[in-house]
């Protein structure tokens, strides 16, 4: 208690020499912030929909506590049998370190239950968006996924235009069921939400997947691209891709 009063007492003196408001100060800090990598925390997201608390990790762009700047959000979901932590293992935060354009990485934990869907859209946006320094817009959201997460990333990304204006699928999975609904929503697509679709030319999911993910969307006339790459279904083949992912998700922002 006493340090803490001694510092404020110091900080106040030094201002009142300088002749700088405390404003200005903090303006100077933010400033001066020398960070080059951003960094990544643990959160829990609290959930009525499902049966526990959803763990995320979440990236922070350098910078981001020392600023009063808003980001864009992207969300990044994993493959069956994986977790939270596989987008960081691939190498998505350091990418998102070299480049120009700094924005948040939500990386929740799906636990494979069915009400993900609306947990997500119900739940986690809201809690990222109230607890952290975002852009509430669907131009500044953006939702992909490998492999399940992939799936999820079309399913959700489709079926709610109104939150998110960029979806990727990587390897995605096409949901068992989801063919009709995914050609009624991509007919209803708001005209800048922007979608790719890569994998890689030895997956398995190729012909079961992804190519009638593609079709899907162009019968329906949804803007996309359709990459067929060399590799695997494999984390060495979406490591590979890392850059060419976040590139897609932060064009224009």
């Known amino acids: 208690m006493h340090t803490r009063i001694l510092n ?5 003196s030094l201002l009142a020499a300088l002749a700088i408001t405390p404003a200005e100060a ?7 912030c020398q960070e080059t990598q951003g960094k990544v925390i643990a959160v829990e997201i609290p959930t009525t929909i499902l049966s526990e608390t959803v763990d995320a990790n979440v990236y922070l762009p350098a910078c981001y506590d020392s600023s009063d700047q808003r980001y864009a959000v992207l969300y990044l979901l994993h493959g069956l049998g994986n977790n939270a932590s596989q987008w960081a293992s691939l190498g998505a935060p350091a990418a998102a370190d070299q480049m120009s354009t700094q924005f948040i990485i ?6 494979l239950e069915s009400a993900f869907d609306a947990a997500f859209v119900n739940e986690i946006v809201p809690f990222i968006d109230e607890n952290f320094r975002t852009v509430n817009d669907r131009n500044a959201r953006a939702i992909g996924g490998l492999s399940y ?3 999820w990333a079309i399913h959700i990304g489709l079926s709610r235009p109104d939150l998110f204006s960029r979806i990727g699928g990587h390897s995605p999975a096409l949901f068992y069921g989801d ?3 995914l050609l009624a929503w991509a007919r209803q697509l708001l005209l800048n939400t922007l979608i ?5 030319d030895g997956d398995p999911m190729l ?6 993910i593609d079709m899907l969307l162009t019968e329906a006339g949804a803007q996309h691209t359709f990459n067929i790459y060399a590799g695997g279904h494999s984390e060495e083949y979406w490591a590979t891709h890392i850059g060419e992912y976040l590139n897609f998700y932060t064009t224009g922002w």
Not at 26 to 32: E, I, L, R, S
Not at 207 to 212: E, G, L, N, T
């Open 196 to 200: 790719s679709i890569d994998i890689g």
């Open 26 to 32: 903090q303006a100077a800090v933010k400033t001066n």
């Open 8 to 12: 404020s007492l110091i900080v106040a």
């Open 179 to 181: 063919s009709p609904n």
């Open 149 to 151: 997460g992939g799936g």
């Open 106 to 111: 939500v990386m929740p934990h799906d636990r």
């Open 207 to 212: 012909s079961d997947s992804a190519a009638p």
